[in-house]
């Protein structure tokens, strides 16, 4: 089990390089190559950034895979990173669904687009500080369980 000091940084419990973890950390730079694959589409195509990444194929795989080999990351720093990318999932179509309520008003039209712009840099901004944080072999922060 590691610990983790207020920033998410690991004071005790890293895993040696080479360490039995190193496997669920490549399953980890998947998940985020995934998620980002998924970001990307929807800025080089006319799909929103949120909508291709909570309806795209390849942020589904990711997720799957999250569900699948979550049992083998428990209690150890890769856990935060799984959560992180299933809470980043899960939030980004919370706020889609939110944006579709808004759009079903004329008033609300605006909102809505500004809604999916504001999500869509927010997983931009999850998908990155994430992938940049397991590159360094640091936990994320994440509210307690």
Known sequence: MADFDENGDIIRGEPAPGGELDGQR????VMYGLH???ALSGILT???IVGAFVFGWPSIVA???????RANVRGSWLDSHWRWQLR???YAALWL???GLLA????GIPAAMLVVVVTGVWVLYRVIRGWLALLDRRAMPLPPT
């Open 104 to 107: 079903l008003t004329l008033i």
């Open 63 to 69: 997720v799957i895979i999250n569900y699948v080999t």
């Open 26 to 29: 490549a399953w980890c730079h």
């Open 46 to 48: 006319s799909a929103s």
């Open 97 to 99: 669904c939110i944006a």
């Open 88 to 90: 980043s999932f899960w």
């Open 36 to 38: 980002a694959l998924s």
